[in-house]
Structures are given as structure tokens and as C-alpha cells.
């Protein structure tokens, strides 16, 4: 990495992205060396764990150096790129750098503020203004999102960084040639696996090795110890996001599933949990939903199920606000919220997240349901910030659009209870003495039997499902 040393080159570093992230993933530069930005312009995008976010330049100059790739993971206070703020010529473009072995980032260091602007690069915050520069475009094609099996919420795997469009197959480095292009991680796990570098062939940028190179040689190793007689077949470079065996496919852990992973973890085996089920008839509850979708007041909005719940269990709240609570173990209190920050839970190709709606206790049921609306849209196009997904006291898990009857959720970190919601259908129910076809669902509510008692939980539950299956009580005890 070229180390800028005159006085007019400002770096600026990757931002603190906060709640105990220490790096993001650059996905996309929209400047190049020689372009001209001005104070505020998005100049890349980044994945952290929680979200893509692009980050704006906080002072006016000419772009001298991007220090990584597209497809990086950088420390925070790790300078990504270096700017000329003394108002000169642009200097002849240099492309971004390949991935060269990196030496251990210092601590997070927060970057000074721009002259004059009073502004603290960070991930969220300020408004940027409209970029002058056209976006460039990926380097190479997109990698399929592999299909998690198992998990109840059937949530995607987040891809990895794209590759390049067509490695070139690299002849293996003779004795005494250059170094091989590795990074520290990269050559620590050959060391490991006892992989000769040299022997490797490289499918990363301009030539560097990658983790999946380095198994590959491994695999075609054992490969050939197993059938010394036949002919060595030629080994396809593997996608850096993830890579295949004869009979297994491997995907890194990052981004958001590493960051869901750790957190449910520590949820589950912090807090104890404790599920009860209760099923109810909501054939009242969709005819009014009905009956809202042709109400002016709702046009525009989307009006389903989920507005209706999110509604009871909002009342239910109100009526039994101790369950809207979370634990302080370093100062061994107990926190009562007198607000709700309602959280649904959403199936993203990023994995699974868990946006909120702030203040949601104070909203009307138009002012709801575009809430609702505004936070799924985010979601699916995969720009919810780390803001949105921070807060939250209770959610929402609404396992029924994927057919499941039910299940028994984990706890938000933090929270004291989450609400999942099955599938509606259509089943034979005693109404009024006689067995009829009604609409009917199943509720479970997971809550930490720290705060909530089997008593307090069965209340709530009891409540949400009473609403649901006679909804004029969100009337009588609103």
C-alpha cells in the first residue's frame, strides 16, 4: 500500500460502524483515482454485519488512491482511501490495488473531522449529497446464494465478495521465484495444512491466493494420493464465496449470518427461555381486514394479518407493561420500558435481521401499517441501517407465510419476549355448539423467565389471542 506523506492528502478511514462491529466489507467503488468529490459524496459501499451502507467523503479533493478492492474486509481505522485536498490537478489515475498481504490494522482509531464541515465520518448520520461520478460496475459476475435447508425462518445465505470474471490458470511458481501474494490468515493456514504456496495456483485478483485456493490444493493433493495410476484431472477455480468438494459445499461465515449466529447463541444460552402455544380463531380478524383493505383511510397502505397482530400485541403490552422489559446484568437491575420499539423479524438474501419500528405504542393503525410497509421494503432491497435494527424491546416472527403451524422462537438479545405467528388456515371448529370451517392460527410467545413469569406470559398470550379472535376489544381495551 502506497503511503501518502504530503500534507495536503487526507485519509480517510474506514468509519466506527458501532454496536461491537470492528469491520465492514467494501462491495462497491463508486469513484475512481483522478475523479474529483466533494464534501458529502457517497464514494463506496460497505457490508457490515448488520447492513450495506454507503459512505459519504466528508471534504472536497481529487481522489489519489483506493487502498483496497472491491471485496475487501477492512478494520475500522483503516484507511481506504486518500484524497488531495489542496485543490490541484488531478494526478494520472492509478487502479485499485490487488488484496497484497496487509499487515495487522491498528486499534480503531475515530477519523478528525473535515475542515470546516463539523462532521464525524460515520456509517450513518448525515445526509450526502448527489454523486458526480457514474458508478462503476462489479468486477465479475454474481454468486449464486446458496439456499440455507433447515432453518425455521428459511432465511438466505449472504454472498461473498464476486470474483474475477475469468481467472487465468496460473503456472505454479518455480524455486526461487517472487514471493506468492497471500495474506498473513491466508499463509498461517497453509502453514497449517503443510501447502507449499509456491505449489499453488492463485484465482484471486491479479494473482493473489485466496483460502479456497489454498483447500483446493489440498483437496487435489488428496485427490491424487488416492489415484496415483490416473491422470490428473484440471481442478476449476473455486468461487471466493464459497467452494465445492465431490460431495460437500463450504461457505464462509460472515457478515450477517456470523453476527445472527453469535447473537442467538448468546440469547439462547443467557436468557432462559420459556415457549407457550395457544391456538385461536381469527375468522373476526380477517373479515375486518377485509373490511380496512376498502377503508380511505388505509389506501395506499398494505393491510394483512401481521398489521392486525402487531396491533394486539401492542395492546397486550399496554395492558400487562412489565413484559416490556430487559435485564441489566452489570448493574443487576431490571429496565421497564415505558415504550415499544416493535421488532420484525425478516428473511433477507443477506440472512435473517430483525429491524423495529420506534415508538410503536404511540402509532395510529394507518401510521402502522406504513411503518410496516416502509421496514419491509427496506429490507428486501437490503438497505436497512444499523440504526433501524437497534432498540428493539419485543418482536414479531411471522413463521406462517412459510406454511409452518408454529414454533419456538429465540429471544432478541436484550428482549424479553418474541411472538410467532403460524400459518392461517382453514380448519373444522366449534362455533356457537356446531363444528364449522374457520380460519385458525397457532401463537407461541418465547419469553426470558428472568423478568417474565409463567403467570405475566400466559396474560399476554392469553390477550393477543383474545383480540385476535374478537378484534373490537382493540376498541374496548385500547
Not at 8 to 24: H, I, N, W
Not at 193 to 206: M, S
Not at 406 to 417: F, K, Q, R
Amino acid at each position: 500500500m502506497t503511503t501518502m506523506t504530503e500534507a495536503s492528502v487526507r485519509e480517510f478511514k474506514m468509519p466506527d460502524v458501532g454496536e461491537g462491529l470492528t469491520e465492514a466489507e467494501i462491495l462497491k467503488w463508486y469513484v475512481q483515482p483522478g475523479d474529483t468529490v466533494t464534501d458529502g459524496q457517497v464514494v463506496c459501499e460497505v457490508e457490515t454485519a448488520k447492513a450495506a451502507v454507503e459512505l459519504p467523503i466528508p471534504y472536497d479533493g481529487v481522489v489519489r488512491e483506493l487502498h483496497f478492492p472491491e471485496g475487501t474486509t477492512v478494520d475500522v481505522g483503516t484507511s481506504i482511501i486518500a484524497v488531495d485536498v489542496s485543490g490541484g490537478a488531478a494526478p494520472a489515475p492509478t487502479p485499485a490495488p490487488a488484496a497484497e498481504p496487509q499487515p495487522e490494522a491498528p486499534a480503531a482509531v475515530a477519523e478528525p473531522k473535515a475542515e470546516g464541515s463539523g462532521r464525524q465520518p460515520v456509517l450513518v448520520g448525515y445526509g450526502v449529497a448527489a454523486s458526480s461520478t457514474r458508478r462503476r460496475p462489479r468486477k465479475g459476475p454474481e454468486v449464486p446464494v446458496q439456499q440455507a435447508s433447515t432453518a425455521i425462518h428459511t432465511e438466505l445465505n449472504g454472498h461473498g465478495p464476486q470474483g474475477p470474471a475469468a481467472p487465468a490458470p496460473t503456472v505454479p511458481a518455480p524455486a526461487g521465484a517472487s514471493r506468492p501474494l497471500a495474506k498473513p490468515p491466508v499463509r498461517k493456514l497453509a502453514k497449517d495444512l503443510g501447502v507449499d504456496l509456491a505449489t499453488v495456483t492463485p484465482t484471486g485478483p491479479d494473482g493473489i491466493i485466496t483460502r479456497e485456493d489454498v483447500h483446493a490444493a489440498v483437496a487435489a493433493a488428496t485427490t491424487r494420493a488416492a489415484e496415483p495410476a490416473a491422470a490428473p484431472a484440471p481442478v476449476a477455480a473455486p468461487a471466493p464465496a464459497s467452494y465445492d468438494t465431490a460431495r460437500e459445499t463450504r461457505i464462509p461465515i460472515k457478515g450477517v449470518r456470523k453476527a445472527t449466529a453469535a447473537a442467538m447463541v448468546g440469547s439462547k444460552f443467557t436468557a432462559p427461555h420459556v415457549t407457550e402455544f395457544v391456538t385461536v380463531d381469527v375468522t373476526r380478524t380477517m373479515k375486518l381486514i377485509e373490511e380496512l383493505k376498502g377503508d380511505k383511510e388505509f389506501a395506499g397502505l398494505r393491510v394483512n394479518p401481521l398489521l392486525l397482530i402487531a396491533k394486539a400485541l401492542l395492546v397486550a403490552i399496554k395492558r400487562n407493561p412489565d413484559v416490556n422489559a430487559s435485564w441489566d446484568e452489570a448493574a443487576q437491575e431490571i429496565v421497564v420500558k415505558h415504550y415499544v420499539n416493535l421488532g420484525i423479524a425478516a428473511a433477507t438474501p443477506r440472512g435473517l435481521i430483525v429491524p423495529n419500528i420506534k415508538d410503536a405504542h404511540a402509532k395510529t393503525l394507518p401510521q402502522l401499517a406504513q411503518s410496516l410497509g416502509e421496514l419491509v421494503a427496506t429490507a428486501r432491497e437490503g438497505r436497512t441501517s444499523p440504526a433501524a435494527m437497534q432498540g428493539g424491546t419485543v418482536t414479531i416472527t411471522n413463521v406462517g407465510v412459510f406454511g409452518v403451524d408454529t414454533g419456538t422462537p429465540i429471544l432478541n438479545p436484550g428482549e424479553s419476549a418474541i411472538l410467532a405467528v403460524g400459518a392461517i388456515k382453514l380448519q373444522p371448529w366449534v362455533h356457537k355448539g356446531k363444528v364449522k370451517p374457520r380460519q385458525v392460527t397457532t401463537l407461541a410467545l418465547s419469553f426470558d423467565h428472568r423478568l417474565v413469569d409463567g403467570e405475566l406470559g400466559s396474560k399476554v398470550l392469553a390477550d393477543v389471542a383474545a383480540i385476535l379472535e374478537q378484534p373490537k376489544r382493540l376498541i374496548t381495551w385500547a
